[in-house]
């Protein structure tokens, strides 16, 4: 009887005690998420870095071309149109390029 007693015992020991040793308190789960925060920052600032070294290997033309895709795309984010209506009106049309001929 004091055998099965002793065994129940050190089972509901080790029962509540895993429920205390292994939950976090808010202490840590904040400093965890700032780890992540500053993770995050990190990866942005290196993603924007390796963006501007890109756009520094191009040449003026392209670099010219991939910023004003980048606006069209935010404004057709923002709903509007790619152009202003002004542009559209009185800006020069595009002329296609002509391939030369071997």
Known sequence: MKR??????LFSLLLSLSQ???????????AVQELNKKKE????EVEKELMKRHLKLQEKATRKRIKK????AERRKKGKA?????E???????QK???KRI
Request: no cysteine; aromatic share 18%; hydrophobic share 25%.
């Open 4 to 9: 099965r007693f002793l065994i129940f015992g």
């Open 41 to 44: 920052k990190s990866q942005e």
């Open 69 to 72: 895709s980048l606006r069209e």
């Open 88 to 94: 559209r009106w009185f800006g020069r049309k595009q």
């Open 97 to 99: 390029k002509r391939r």
């Open 20 to 30: 205390n040793s292994f939950s976090q308190d808010s202490k840590e789960r904040k």
């Open 82 to 86: 790619p152009q202003p209506w002004w």
